[in-house]
């Protein structure tokens, strides 16, 4: 089975984000788990999600892959702002249990000058605080493209903050193909070599989701700009390599490409037409 879909505005609750994705030709999505740059989240209407869960059953969609506030910063300096972080996490996988056994993305932080390994040890410490053994929700740190201090910006430093989880079940990888671009992985020229070595690295049974956005900059830039598919220095041809490769199959798909939901439709229907 292909999963794939785009990000959709949780404003008007989950049945309506379901019925959403039905629209533009998706079987899984991603939402924001409350405003991107943070702030108090929406009431959770039981029968709202009665009424999405049986909708996404009848339509067979894939795992969610829900986003945490972008703002969010796990490794900040300033002790209020991790407080903040926990407790965002801590709310948003209580909420996540209403939808169980689906996906939470999130970056894992930037480090502001703290250095790699404090900010490793701080992201590593608030997983350990907020993960409940109880939990059907596996949590994912997101592949990032090295700007600023950002940690993530390698395979080696979400395994090093992977393997200070102690629940680490729990755990998993999103891989966003603009991030590792931007990083230096080049998915154009060589993506088996890029999976053997997030295989090595981490393992490809982590690897639980794909953000797929092509990206504005060159291979290494460090910049983080979205581009539509196959209008960006990654292309429609590594795009079409990367949903039929064999190691990849089964795993939820998200556009998080600068469109309207015309553009979606069109890239969903594209991506689905590629997949062999
Ligand atoms: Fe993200
Ligand atoms: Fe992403
Ligand atoms: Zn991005």
Known sequence: MFYIGSHISASKGYEAMGKQALKLGANTFAFFTRNPRGGKAKEIDPADVEKFLALAKEHEFGKLVAHAPYTMNACAAKEDIRRFAKEILTDDLLRMEFTPG?????????????????????IAGLLNEVLRPEQSTTVLLETMAGKGSEIGRNFEELQAILEKVTLRDKMGVCLDTCHVWDGGYDIVGDLDAVLEEFDRIIGLEHLKAIHMNDSMNPLGSHKDRHEKIGQGQIGLKAMERIINHPKLQGRPVILETPNDDAGWTKEIAMLRNLHS
Not at 103 to 115: A, D, E, I, R
């Open 102 to 122: 689906n996906y939470y993305n999130f970056h894992p932080g930037s480090h502001v000058g703290q250095g790699v390994d404090t900010g490793i040890d701080l």
